[in-house]
Nanobody
Framework: QVQVAESGGGLVQPGGSLRLSCAAS????????LGWYRQAPGKQRELIAG???????NYADSVKGRFTISRDNAKNTVYLQMNSLKPEDTAVYYC??????????WGQGTQVTVSS
């Protein structure tokens, strides 16, 4: 079964850090572009970080300098290191794997809440 599964979300105080993981099964992520999206209540889902098969990264302005996306093809896992978290980072975070040949796969999401 093809799936990706996020983990690592939770409650954190402003200024804190979290690392999200997304483990894939049924696919080899080495041939997929990977992305982290988030959706806050009442807002559209937005791409916040992406990494190509070659390791090139891009970030939304709102997270640039605070978040880092990385991939470990050997572990079939993509990560999102989130530092200096703000209340406005509160959202459900989703992992996406996309291939022009094989389509895309979405995870179920993991909740991140930034609050004191």
């Amino acid at each position: 079964q093809v799936q990706v599964a996020e983990s690592g979300g939770g409650l954190v105080q402003p200024g804190g850090s979290l690392r999200l993981s997304c483990a894939a099964s049924g696919i080899m992520i080495s041939i997929y572009a990977l992305g982290w999206y988030r959706q806050a209540p009442g807002k559209q889902r937005e791409l916040i970080a992406g990494i190509t098969t070659r390791g090139q990264t891009n970030y939304a302005d709102s997270v640039k300098g605070r978040f880092t996306i990385s991939r470990d093809n050997a572990k079939n896992t993509v990560y999102l290191q989130m530092n200096s978290l703000k209340p406005e980072d509160t959202a459900v975070y989703y992992c996406n794997a996309r291939s022009t040949l094989y389509g895309e796969v979405w995870g179920q999401g993991t909740q991140v809440t930034v609050s004191s």
